[in-house]
């Protein structure tokens, strides 16, 4: 069977064939299905959309892994979303860390992931003793920490709807400039070049340029299973 996605902005189509749907259902926050494909092993889609495959998955990760320097030592990561654990699982492959926070609003996410993509939560000993998992929501979650700061605060959210418009708010962004450290990094998920550069793009790097944000930069990657197959994050730093 061929399962779809429909992009309304595009008026395209994307497709990939499966076996068979192995979870279907819904969350407090979004819908969750899981199929399963001889060429992309399983595939996790919320609300719809494609988002991760088993096989073939690395584009994303590899990309947003690469925008951190590899110089930095022992260094203090927060992810904004993230539960299907796949960004976590590179992190800790090529970078020196040492703590990691995951603040998903979704803990349906992470226990859908944890049964159907376990590869991506076998982690070492050393790197679970530095993960700590909150199921919070992480507007609220950086608008209240008063105590930690970090090197890099990557959001690996979805683009802006009901639940994740708020992830793209100056106030988040303020926010987020509070919780990094003089130099820190932030990594936004940024949407398609294609389609967002007036709805997400151009918007967001005026917030972060408002709010005090140095150095800030598009950075466009392949990812096939996105619609058009173009994706993007935006890099930013934080002047000491």
């Not at 926050?29 to 199929?35: G, L, P, R």
């Not at 962004?173 to 990094?180: D, R, T, V």
Request: net charge positive; aromatic share 12%; glycine share 6%.
């Amino acid at each position: 069977m061929l399962v779809k996605e429909y992009n309304k902005e595009s008026g395209t189509q994307f497709s990939i064939e499966c076996e068979k749907l192995l979870y279907k259902a819904k969350s407090k926050f979004q819908k969750i299905k899981v199929y399963n494909s001889k060429k992309y092993g399983n595939i996790l889609m919320l609300d719809d959309c494609f988002m991760l495959t088993e096989k073939g998955n690395d584009q994303y990760h590899n990309k947003c892994i690469s925008l951190i320097s590899k110089k930095l030592k022992n260094i203090d990561i927060l992810i904004i979303g993230g539960g299907d654990f796949g960004l976590v699982k590179g992190l800790f492959g090529k970078l020196s860390i040492n703590s990691l926070n995951l603040v998903e609003i979704d803990g349906q996410v992470i226990n859908v992931s944890r049964k159907f993509f376990p590869s991506f939560f076998k982690l070492n000993k050393n790197a679970q003793n530095k993960t700590n998992i909150l199921i919070e929501d992480g507007y609220e979650w950086v608008k209240n920490n008063n105590t930690l700061k970090f090197d890099v605060i990557i959001v690996d959210c979805t683009d802006p709807n009901l639940i994740a418009k708020k992830l793209y708010s100056e106030k988040f962004y303020k926010s987020i400039f509070n919780n990094l450290k003089g130099n820190g990094v932030l990594i936004q998920q940024s949407g398609s070049p294609y389609l967002d550069e007036k709805k997400i793009i151009a918007p967001t790097k005026k917030k972060l340029d408002k709010i005090g944000f140095k150095d800030i930069s598009l950075h466009e990657f392949s990812m096939p299973i996105y619609p058009l197959g173009l994706w993007s994050f935006i890099k930013c730093k934080k002047a000491q």
